[in-house]
């Protein structure tokens, strides 16, 4: 069914029966209660309207709780949309791509839904036509806000270890999509103080402000960037300015004990710029020049001994060169990492490469980059990889630094409209990393039945089977929820090294809840996960329990 044939439909209830002429029809916005996922976002148009140009754009802005639900028609619900700023028009009409004027092109509509659903309070987006009247087509951008102010209390438990986050953040200040924060945090035994602010689009120029400051107990951080990105597939340039400086204490880690501990300070700048041709038979090349300066200073830590092998000073100072490669194939789906919420899903390649040459203290080549591409897609499968590289080589040594290769692949199969199985498999290479950093496993990060760092190696890998369930539930109309059955198994390891007791492949079973909020936190899941190991020694328990909050199912 077109877009047209469902606006037409939507419009025929408030008109009169003798209006058959489209240039009679008249703009009626969606209600409140618009289902958005009821919806298909890819839908044929008829052939006419490509041949059209874009008339008048209606934009109709929904609130957070719709008072004509009966589920949502409550004293606190009605409260809040009276206390929440609903975002502007200019700002939304600011992030789409199309004008008056412009010709009806469905691609740059898509990619306009795109774009305002990677803004954090926009809970979804459509966009379609409504009326066509003598080659004129006239658009309507429909969106519905969440609770943008969200005192937040954050609490996470994985590896026996508990993380906490007390913060204020309002993500879309005053309307204008401005977000500003500040929040204590208790993660990696560091407490951190952190104020951070982020213009996405300053003052309607696409230019993106971000700065973040933070005073933790053992340094701090400030770090501040201006750019303006390549933010749609036909832009022809970018440009970006970022600077940033921390010192902070780096600890190493052995079944998740902290067993030594370096003093880390850096000094980061990066400036570059880009151009593009734009999209050119479906694929969209874009070439950046940049500098980039780094010096990192290591020296003893306060507490603990530092390293066997003590990481080495570095000043990297150097030219370097960026090529990018995007197709434009993109679908949307739900129910795969989040729970009945549309998914923007991009099908095609996309490949980032950096090369660059740094001769300040010693000779290096630095090579960067990733790859993405699915390798099947059918109507309920999708089979994903992707490629991260990054690291030096280093002339004067004749030998690799901070190299780390990663590779992950992922299988998701419908089995039916609220049951998927999904699995996936993740392997880390790494060659001469600084002491301060690890490749480790535990329970914060896929290995939920031990704690939290429990193996360390140069190398790792990760296997994970999934059963998941979506329900149609939506508790109180603020969360949706799903669970999942699961199954890991993995390892990191030295090769040539004593790795210790339980020093082989690791597995676990268990179970868990997800919880997605609807209202607030929009992308956000909840993880409530019971994990067993199956094969352990005597410092592992019997039982873990894991609260996580992720971008994913």
């Known amino acids: 069914m077109s877009r047209i044939a469902i606006a037409s439909m939507l419009l025929s209830a408030s008109m009169p029966v003798a209006a058959t002429d489209p240039c009679d029809l008249h703009f009626v916005p969606v209600p409140n209660g618009y289902n958005f996922t009821a919806t298909p976002k890819a839908m044929d148009r008829p052939p006419e309207l490509e041949e059209s140009s874009i008339g008048a754009i209606h934009f109709t802005r929904l609130q957070i709780f719709d008072a004509s639900d009966p589920a949502e028609n409550y004293r606190i619900y ?28 469905p691609r740059i509509l898509d990619e306009s839904e795109r774009l305002l659903r990677a803004r954090k309070y926009i809970y979804d987006t459509d966009i379609h036509p409504v009326r066509t009247c003598n080659g004129v087509t006239d658009i309507e951008v429909i969106t519905r806000d969440v609770w943008s102010f969200t005192p937040d209390l954050s609490f996470t438990r994985s590896g026996g270890e508990n993380e906490y986050r007390l913060s204020l953040k309002e993500s879309n200040l005053f309307g204008t999509g401005n977000e500003a924060m500040t929040s204590f945090r208790h993660q990696d035994n560091r407490d951190s103080l952190v104020f951070s602010y982020k213009d996405p689009n300053v003052r309607g120029s696409r230019m993106v402000f971000r700065s973040n400051v933070t005073d933790s107990d053992d340094g701090s951080r400030i770090a501040v960037s201006l750019a303006l990105p390549f933010y749609a597939l036909n832009t022809r340039r970018s440009w970006s300015f970022e600077t940033e400086q921390f010192d902070r204490i780096d600890t190493q880690y052995f079944r998740d004990e902290d067993i030594s501990e370096v003093q880390h300070e850096a000094s980061l700048l990066d400036a570059r710029y880009g ?31 530092p390293p066997s092998e003590f990481p080495r000073d570095r000043r990297l100072s150097y030219p370097y060169l960026n090529y990018e490669s995007i197709e434009d194939n993109f679908i949307t789906s739900l129910n795969l990492d989040q729970i009945h919420r549309t998914e923007d899903l991009h099908l095609g390649r996309k490949l980032v490469a950096r090369i660059g040459y740094s001769a300040t203290d010693e000779s290096r080549l630095i090579l960067a980059g990733r790859l993405r591409n699915t390798l099947l897609y059918r109507p309920k499968i999708l089979l994903q990889h992707r490629v991260d590289w990054n690291g030096f080589w280093n002339f004067d040594r004749s030998e690799a630094e901070e190299l780390l290769i990663q590779y992950g692949i992922r ?17 880390t290479y790494s060659k001469n990393l600084s002491a301060e950093k690890q490749v480790l496993i535990g329970g914060n990060n896929g290995l939920r039945g031990y704690p939290n760092r429990y193996q360390a190696g140069d190398r790792s890998y990760l296997f994970t089977i999934e059963e998941r369930m979506y329900s149609d539930h939506h508790f109180f109309n603020l969360l949706r929820f799903g669970w999942a059955i699961f199954f890991d198994i993995g390892r990191a390891w030295f090769p040539d090294r004593d790795n210790g007791p339980n020093s082989g492949s690791l597995a676990n079973i268990g179970f868990g809840i997800r ?13 409530l996960d019971l994990a067993m190991p199956l094969n352990k020694h005597d410092d592992v328990d019997d039982v873990q329990f894991l609260i996580t909050i992720k971008d994913t199912f």
Request: aromatic share 16%; no cysteine; net charge positive.
């Open 78 to 105: 009605r409260w809040a949309n009276k206390f929440h700023t609903l975002t502007r028009e200019q700002v939304i009409k600011q992030e789409i791509l199309f004008s008056s004027g412009d010709e009806f092109d």
């Open 275 to 305: 151009i593009s041709g734009g999209l050119i038979n479906g694929i969209t090349r874009r070439y950046i020049i940049g500098y980039r300066f780094e010096d990192h200073d290591y020296s003893p830590g306060p507490d603990l001994p």
């Open 411 to 427: 299988y998701y199969r419908e089995q039916t409209k609220h049951r998927m199985f999904f699995s996936s498999f993740k392997f």
């Open 515 to 527: 919880l997605a909020p609807t209202k607030s936190n929009i992308g956000q899941v909840i993880h």
